[in-house]
């Protein structure tokens, strides 16, 4: 009743809400972090619209991944017809690939939570570029010098590749050539989320995937939405690869874990003008330098209050103003996504509900097929 009373108040002032958000400005970032009852603080990692700790560069810097606007971005294709993900899909090639993941994904997290938040920017960013085919993970050669892992965005935040190859190989011993990388990394972000969650966002994960063979850094430049994007841009850019405006509120809640460098956001702390509650900007200037440079680029964690779980609280904190970047301070700037943002904020659970959807329904982008697919022996590298 206490939850619904609130609600209807802030319902109310939705309009105030909206209209004091001013528009967009340079800097934001998306990640992920650990299991709920591991209570370690996230070392230095990444934050981008998944969350990614390394600096990034100034609009200016990265004008190649602006050049083309997001409505000009060429639509994802649906799933060919000839591509079906299911449920269960290695129940018989491969009973225990799924277990095998988990397992892998557990251990790493125990070690180090904050791989959590890597494996679920690894599944959106695998995602967003050339599709769930984990052209992500390949390894630069002579051929391809600058493949998708090496692009901006990517290096060097992105983390999480080690637990991939330790499922992998595993796998591998059990079921040879039956597991795509591609489903590994999808398992990977599901079970990450289940463990960072406490078991409440556990979902099914259709499978089916194959691995792609192209991999280039432009692309990643192109498609994945920077932290400095406005509202308008970040719905065209997930427009392009058919999700909606919910999607981008949705999993936008991602941000609730996750580290990020002080590169990221100081162009929203003072004298710059922004919104930010001013005694959350004053913390922030406390621990990052004025002008953040490689040798001294500290990390902050992107929700103060429980940087270590997956929840709502970053609803709060967005609804409070206490949110790093400028991607993150978009979602106030229209009354359709402010409303979003107060319904998650406030119905935790039909929010986990709509997280693990958005997950799946994100994680069928782009499916390769046997045209242009393959299952990897190794997941760095394409088969001869």
Known sequence: MANTLAIVILFASLGAVASQAP?????????????????????AAPSDIFGSSAPI??????????????????????????????????????????????AAVWKALSKSPVIGAGLIRLHFHDCFVQGCDASILLDPTAANPQPEKLSPPNFPSLRGFEVIDAAKKAVEKVCPGKVSCADIIAFASRDASSILSSGRINFRMPAGR???????????????????????????????KNLDVDDLVVL???????????????????????????????????????????????????DIVTP?????????NLLRHNVLFTSDAALLTSRRTTRKVLQNAFIPR??????????VKMAAI??????????????????N
């Open 57 to 102: 560069p100034s609009p200016e810097s990265s004008a190649p991944s602006t050049s083309t606007p997001p409505s000009a971005m060429s639509p994802t294709p649906p799933p060919s017809a000839g591509t079906k993900l299911r449920v269960g899909f290695y129940k018989r090639s491969c009973p225990r690939a799924e277990k095998i993941v988990r």
């Open 308 to 316: 270590n779980r997956l929840d709502t609280r970053y609803y709060t």
């Open 23 to 43: 528009a967009a400005a340079p800097t934001e970032s998306f990640q992920g972090s650990s299991p709920s009852d591991i209570s370690s603080p996230p070392a």
């Open 350 to 359: 039909r929010w986990d509900r709509k997280f693990a959807t958005a997950m």
């Open 366 to 383: 782009e499916i390769k097929t046997a045209s242009n697919g393959e299952i990897r022996n190794m997941c760095r590298v394409v088969n």
């Open 252 to 302: 936008s809640g991602a941000h609730t874990i996750g580290v990020s460098h002080c590169s990221s956001f100081t162009d929203r702390l003072p004298p710059n003008p922004s919104n930010m509650n001013p005694a959350f900007a004053t913390m922030l200037q406390r621990k990052c330098p004025t002008s953040p440079n490689i040798t001294n680029d500290p990390t902050m964690v992107q």
């Open 210 to 240: 194959l691995d792609g063979r192209v991999s280039l850094s432009g692309e990643a430049l192109q498609f994945l939405p920077p932290p400095f994007f406005n509202l308008s841009q970040l719905i065209g850019s997930f427009k392009a």
